[in-house]
T-cell receptor
Framework: RKEVEQDPGPFNVPEGATVAFNCTYS??????FFWYRQDCRKEPKLLMSVYSSGNEDGRFTAQLNRASQYISLLIRDSKLSDSATYLCVVTLNRDDKIIFGKGTRLHILP | DTAVSQTPKYLVTQMGNDKSIKCEQNLGHDTMYWYKQDSKKFLKIMFS???????INETVPNRFSPKSPDKAHLNLHINSLELGDSAVYFC????????????????FGQGTRLTVV
């Protein structure tokens, strides 16, 4: 089983819609969780951390389910500028290893 | 004021050559990384250094040799370049394990697009 798995998409979503991605991880000892965003031909940038209690940042909501070993990202009222690849990231504290999923491509359609 | 900078941004070279990519961070972070992003966009860790010491060395051919002269720099030297080495290479840094026991975010350089012909 891969360390971090995501649906590669693409997700083609009309502007204004709500879209959700899931990501599963295999190592139950994983400590920290993040969503990164990568635009075409650019470097990955942190979108938001994911906390056990769930957290929200504007139109973005992230949740963690440790029992089922998955994290989710919900985007409400999607904008054209949300089009990007969203990378699920998991870290293992023992060796500071940061593991990326393969990413989910999102296309917001006008 | 660039936080993580890597050079060059583009590198086109012939098979068999030796090349280096440089990376510097001015964030005062203890941990630096090299990632390779292949044509399928999969971002895979290659190496991690913490305070100049090698922490992670994934299954990478020994033609790839990282060098960390100080904790602000992590350079990547590649010998005998092969066609399959063509990819985008990202340098990143992070504070490492935070005081609360959790890792904090990683900051990435803009990437070096390596094309081997």
């Amino acid at each position: 089983r891969k360390e971090v798995e995501q649906d590669p998409g693409p997700f083609n979503v009309p502007e204004g819609a709500t879209v959700a991605f899931n990501c599963t991880y295999s190592n139950s000892a994983s400590q920290s969780f993040f969503w990164y965003r990568q635009d075409c031909r650019k470097e990955p940038k942190l979108l938001m951390s994911v906390y056990s209690s769930g957290n929200e940042d504007g139109r973005f909501t992230a949740q963690l389910n440790r029992a089922s070993q998955y994290i989710s990202l919900l985007i409400r009222d999607s904008k054209l500028s949300d089009s990007a690849t969203y990378l699920c990231v998991v870290t293992l504290n023992r060796d500071d290893k940061i593991i990326f999923g393969k990413g989910t491509r999102l296309h917001i359609l006008p | 004021d660039t936080a993580v900078s890597q050079t060059p941004k583009y590198l086109v070279t012939q098979m068999g050559n030796d090349k280096s990519i440089k990376c510097e961070q001015n964030l005062g972070h203890d941990t630096m990384y090299w990632y390779k992003q292949d044509s399928k966009k999969f971002l895979k860790i290659m190496f991690s250094y913490n305070n100049k010491e090698l922490i992670i060395n994934e299954t990478v051919p020994n033609r790839f040799s990282p060098k960390s002269p100080d904790k602000a720099h992590l350079n990547l030297h590649i010998n005998s370049l092969e066609l399959g080495d063509s990819a985008v290479y990202f340098c990143a840094s992070s504070p490492g394990t935070g005081s609360e026991g959790f890792n904090t975010e990683a900051f990435f350089g803009q990437g070096t697009r390596l094309t081997v012909v």
